[in-house]
């Protein structure tokens, strides 16, 4: 089959050259409408109960996730001209399109009472602006007094003061949100410059912006520094230019195919999908690398260069098909899961990894069919001294060290165990941003001074419509937020409690010693505003359902991460619920964008659990279509289990948290790994036969024949990925890092431990029935075979 498929390519060079060059320009047309996605990928199910309850509070109560925070800290705001310019910027973001409204101590409204019409009416307390600093500093006073604000808008123990900017939902999934949150950072910029004050930004939107504007900073910037370096490598291994340039052009073809694959599923640019053009580099070229050095071995042993590329199709086709599928696997077994994000990941690398190996396998021989032959310096590379000087000290050991080569690897194996059962799975809200980010500074602003900026919502259900118009309901309520008061993690809880003690409050000309619930002879008074009062800013409806059934408690915390999120609702926040509501009608229950996203982390790590899982099943099963042999499957996962223990130990020791970055790891690095492993034995097993069966040799021969090839690639991967730890991400800092290092152990794994285990525990006898796929990599070379292409018409003429 593959001698056949050697002359198609072969004889049919041009017309499949052009043919993959017309479906690329098509692939770039399509895939130059690639979109950067700016939705938020809620990574929980949607028939999941806590997401369908999330949904139903975002129907009745709106977003929780849509408020830009804007901080600062410094007395000289109190002053005349820069309160004047605080206005003045507050004012600005609230005329802004896609703005709802901004919250901030210039637009303090409070409820005044009109006698005449018998409601409380709302009024801007610096709707005229004061004119002299006395003035000023009357006002301020009054803000403070009133105590629906308190905690909210002013920290009244520093005087730190904060700008709440609520966002339409259209523009937050939208790429004028991008627009949107710059402009207002332009805003305060030239805020800054007049007053000298520093701002602190902060929130969901903002935070989902800048994390937008960095993917697609560092989609660019990755892709050239894994071109670059995978084309450096390329020239050291090599020393040949076309060495170097044609495998990047097979490369870029597959880089648009990604784009094109994309596109054509309806998928959008995301943090991992936009991590792929510079994987698909890394991962390709070693398929190149292999025919690259078969052919140059070939072109060494007989020098007749169509005979050289017919091999390499025959010899190294089904290898080659193997390792991309088992390179596939890792990333395919990311489409069964039930995440979007992590499907559409999966479901493009997978597809395109396959590519990749059709088009090098059709482009390498293809393409250098028509080039000059492999000249004495580009071959030159096979009996590099120091290369190999290192696998003769590799086989030396081997052959000669084995004990301690199993003694060292089992104190590592128990080590690194020790350190596996050391990892936490632990994920943050900004997780992926460096400590030394302005993001992370500003955040750390907002929970010393705020309790947080990260949303959290309490839903109170009092079980009946117009339940909330009950007083000993509203009591309650007010009991479970001042019990939720005394949680040190929660900002001070807002929800219509504070709209009925402000009203009161007004009712009683703004005295502060009646911001409370209304008594029973006061009763009348909060039906009526409840019914008659109109709600032109929207507040009401945020905090009360239409039916008056259900009511919102919203609070603030910080980002504390998913473990202490965790212990706060279930050791905290629930049995507070549990405790003020027992013996009552009313039900509550914790929602919200920060839960939600701690839920989707847990859900990300148990479906990549799953994954690794599957694809550790899906290789083995290829390892028992190439070899047919119990055996020879075990011998072959152990060398790349062992890299994965040791990744999980230095994970453990060094405290680096499970989460989804570090948990992808594992599947995608097992899935490549396996390909050093499928090279040497296949190689091992054609040499058996030659080798009398004698595993001695045919270990020493497949160390020296492919283990240049295998240290080339790894170098590769290992600096392929390694760039990534350029990223602003800490998640792709650790794919990156954590993945050299699992490649980079696998290499010496298969080069070490894999040798010795056959050494040690293969016979060398292949019974019948083992035979498996490989012996299409075994079929020995037969003159009549060549003879079936027509030589003289594959000469380039000159």
């Not at 950072?185 to 805020?191: C, I, K, M, N, R």
């Not at 705020?450 to 839903?459: A, D, N, Q, R, T």
Request: glycine content about 6%; proline content about 4%; aromatic content about 10%.
């Amino acid at each position: 089959m593959w001698t056949r498929f050697a002359h198609i390519i072969l004889k049919y060079r041009f017309p499949l050259i052009v043919s993959i060059g017309l479906l690329t320009i098509v692939m770039g047309f399509i895939g130059r409408k690639a979109e950067l996605s700016y939705d938020f990928h809620s990574v929980v199910p949607a028939d999941d109960p806590d997401y369908i309850y999330f949904q139903d509070f975002k129907r009745l109560f709106g977003e929780d996730s849509n408020i830009m925070a804007i901080g600062m800290k410094d007395s000289s705001v109190y002053t005349l001209e820069n309160f004047k310019e605080l206005k003045s910027l507050s004012d600005t973001i609230a005329r802004m399109e896609g703005i709802i409204t901004v919250l901030s101590l210039p637009r303090l409204q409070y409820l005044v009472k009109d006698t005449a019409s018998k409601k409380l009416v709302p009024k801007a307390l610096f709707g005229q602006f004061p004119q002299s600093q006395p003035q000023l500093d009357s006002l301020l006073r009054v803000a403070n007094s009133l105590q629906f604000y308190k905690g909210q808008v002013i920290n009244q123990q520093n005087g730190a003061t904060i700008l709440l900017v609520a966002i339409e939902k259209g523009m937050l999934n939208s790429q004028k949100r991008l627009a949107l949150v710059q402009n207002i950072q332009e805003l305060g910029d030239a805020f800054k410059d007049k007053t000298n004050i520093s701002l602190h930004y902060a929130g969901v939107p903002y935070v989902r912006s800048i994390m937008s504007t960095k993917v697609k900073a560092e989609l660019s910037m990755f892709l050239v520094l894994s071109v670059v370096a995978t084309g450096i490598i390329l020239f050291i291994f090599f020393r040949s230019f076309s060495a170097v340039i044609f495998p990047l052009i097979v490369i870029g073809v597959v880089v648009i195919w990604v784009l094109g694959t994309l596109v054509l599923f309806g998928f959008k640019v995301t943090l991992l999908t936009g991590l792929l053009p510079p994987i698909i580099v890394v991962i390709g070229i070693p398929n190149c690398i292999y025919l690259l050095t078969k052919y140059h071995q070939e072109i060494k042993t007989h020098g007749n260069k169509i005979k050289a590329l017919s091999r390499i199709v025959r010899k190294i086709g089904i290898v080659t098909l193997m390792t991309n599928a088992t390179t596939a696997v890792g990333f395919i077994v990311l489409g069964f899961a039930n995440v979007a994000i992590l499907r559409e990941f999966g479901i493009v690398a997978g597809l395109n990894i396959f590519n990749t190996f059709v088009i090098s396998l059709i482009l390498i021989p293809a393409v250098f069919s028509y080039l000059p032959s492999p000249t004495a310096r580009e071959i030159k590379h096979l009996d590099a001294k120091g290369l190999t000087s290192i696998i003769d000290f590799y086989n030396h050991i081997v052959h000669n060290r084995r004990p301690v080569i199993y003694t060292i690897t089992t104190i590592i194996v128990i080590i690194s165990l020790i350190g596996v059962f050391k990892i936490k799975a632990l994920a943050y809200m900004v997780d992926d941003l460096p400590e030394s980010s302005d993001v992370k500074k500003d955040l750390a602003f907002f929970e010393s001074n705020f309790k947080g900026v990260m949303p959290l919502e309490i839903v109170v259900d009092t079980g009946k419509k117009k339940g909330i118009l009950r007083l000993e309901n509203l009591r309650k309520i007010e009991e479970l937020e001042d019990t939720l008061s005394k949680i040190t993690a929660l900002s001070k809880p807002v929800s219509v409690i504070s709209f009925v003690k402000a009203s009161l409050q007004a009712f009683y000309n703004g005295n502060p010693d009646f911001y409370r619930l209304p008594t029973n002879q006061e009763k009348n008074f909060l039906i009526r505003y409840l019914s008659s009062q109109q709600d032109q800013s929207g507040l009401l409806k945020s905090f009360v359902d239409s039916t008056g059934q259900k009511v919102r408690i919203s609070v603030k915390v910080a980002d504390m991460g998913s473990i202490e999120m965790s212990k706060l609702v279930q050791q905290e926040i629930n049995p507070a619920i549990t405790k003020v509501l027992a013996g009552t009608d009313l039900k509550a229950e914790a929602t919200g964008t920060t839960l939600l996203f701690i839920k989707g982390n847990q859900y990300l790590i148990n479906n990549l659990q799953s994954s690794l899982a599957l694809a550790f099943v899906l290789i083995a099963l290829i390892m028992a279509l190439l070899f047919r042999s119990i055996r020879m499957i075990i011998i072959s996962l152990i060398p790349n289990i062992i890299p994965l223990l040791i990744t999980g130990g230095l994970m453990g020791y060094f405290g680096i948290p499970l989460k989804p970055s570090t948990a992808l790891i594992f599947s995608i690095a097992f899935g490549i790994s396996v390909d050093d492993t499928i090279h040497y034995l296949a190689r091992y097993r054609q040499e058996l036969p030659l080798n009398k069966f004698n595993v001695s040799k045919a270990v020493s021969i497949s160390l020296i024949e492919t283990g240049a090839s295998m240290m080339y690639t790894s170098i590769i991967l290992f600096f392929g990925f390694i760039i990534f730890a350029f990223s602003d991400f800490g998640g792709t800092v650790a794919l990156g890092m954590l993945t050299s290092t699992t490649l980079l152990c696998a290499m010496f794994t298969n080069l070490i431990i894999l040798p010795s285990l056959l050494m040690s525990f293969d016979t060398g006898k292949i019974k019948k029935g083992e035979q498996g796929l490989i012996r299409e990599y075994n079929e020995f070379y037969l003159e009549e075979e060549d003879e079936e292409i027509d030589i003289k018409l594959l000469e380039v003429r000159r």
